[in-house]
């Protein structure tokens, strides 16, 4: 018996010793940390930047006045464009309730005019923004020009080469022209109605005179 205790304590230490390193492996297993990276976010913010309007980029079109200033362009918008690029209007009138041009306002450069209507879209008096430009009212001359080179001043002859679809005709104010675009109408008078006769004002859009 007394051979026997020995071998015994033997076993006992060795258990408890095996049993303490399996714990210490386990603790080692549980202890272990993930790290886990946030992802990050980057966020470019765009910005608009706006052209500023010259004189030299007002182009006399069926559709407006270039393409910053098409019609139905917000009003107070396209009035700060066009004092912009001609300073302040020489002319600020507004217009009688109910025109029949559908426009509120009636601004003046020389012999160019603008019209705009700043009443909203639901008001019934037309449509909203610049509705109509003129060229050819009593003032000093301006400088603007079809995208095809046509302005106040030039001959008949020069409208039907720039403009071979532009009808011809006498109307109710005289001789007169009419060009038919895909993107809208352009018309104006004449001081004759033959090759050597000349433009003596074109519009667009809605206008209401005097010319």
């Not at 104006?188 to 003596?200: E, P, R, V, W």
Request: aromatic share 4%; glycine share 12%.
């Amino acid at each position: 018996m007394t051979q026997i205790r020995p071998r015994r304590v033997a076993l006992v230490v060795l258990s408890a010793v095996l049993l303490t390193a399996v714990a210490c492996s386990k603790d080692k297993k549980n202890s272990a940390t993930t790290t886990t990276a946030a992802p990050t976010t980057t966020t470019s913010e765009s910005t608009t930047t706006t052209v500023p309007l010259t004189k030299d980029a007002i182009v006399l079109a069926p559709d407006g006045l270039g393409a910053q200033l098409p019609f139905g362009q917000n009003a107070a918008r396209s009035i700060n464009l066009l004092i912009q690029a001609l300073g302040p209007a020489e002319k600020n009138t507004p217009l009688p309730v109910a025109q029949a041009c559908g426009a509120t306002r009636r601004l003046q450069w020389g012999s160019f005019q603008a019209l705009v209507n700043e009443v909203g879209a639901t008001s019934g008096a037309g449509k909203p923004g610049l509705a109509g430009w003129f060229l050819g009212a009593p003032g000093a001359a301006q400088p603007f020009k079809t995208d095809k080179g046509i302005s106040v001043g030039s001959t008949v002859a020069q409208l039907k080469a720039a403009y071979p679809e532009a009808v011809i005709a006498r109307g109710e104010q005289g001789p007169g022209f009419n060009i038919t675009l895909a993107k809208g109408i352009i018309l104006g008078q004449l001081t004759l109605l033959t090759d050597a006769g000349k433009i003596s004002n074109i519009q667009a859009g809605s206008y209401c005179g005097p010319g």
